[in-house]
């Protein structure tokens, strides 16, 4: 889900929850106070989401890289390591800048 998204749908429901909670109570401090809690408890909600869903992605068994590569793990090309772009970048720089 994109932010921009989520946030219209968050504050869709906040609105409906300050005009309901306004209806019912007729107060506009006990509204304020009632729709912060809300949005405390919402954002509360969505990063316990978020944490479950990266706890249950971390559980899940890597896909085995050595069936694919006959016995092999999988490893990078030199020049897609970070050691291997500084090394590559240094020596475009010391062909072109003797």
Same mark, same amino acid.
């Given at each position: 889900?994109?932010? +921009?998204?989520?946030?219209?749908?968050?504050?869709?429901?906040?609105?409906?929850?300050?005009?309901?909670?306004?209806?019912?109570?007729?107060?506009?401090?006990?509204?304020?106070?009632?729709?912060?809690?809300c949005?405390?408890?919402?954002?509360?909600?969505?990063?316990?989401?978020?944490?479950f869903?990266?706890?249950?992605?971390?559980?899940? +068994?890597?896909?085995?890289?050595?069936?694919?590569?006959?016995?092999?793990?999988?490893?990078? +090309?030199?020049?897609?390591?970070?050691?291997?772009?500084?090394?590559?970048?240094?020596?475009?720089?010391?062909?072109?800048?003797?």
């Amino acid at each position: 889900m994109s932010l +921009p998204r989520f946030l219209i749908g968050m504050f869709s429901v906040l609105v409906v929850f300050a005009i309901s909670t306004y209806v019912a109570t007729g107060s506009i401090g006990r509204t304020l106070v009632q729709t912060l809690i809300c949005a405390v408890l919402l954002q509360l909600g969505y990063f316990l989401v978020v944490l479950f869903l990266v706890a249950r992605e971390g559980r899940k +068994p890597e896909r085995e890289d050595t069936e694919i590569r006959g016995g092999e793990p999988a490893r990078l +090309p030199e020049t897609e390591s970070f050691f291997g772009r500084i090394r590559h970048l240094t020596d475009f720089l010391r062909s072109r800048y003797p």
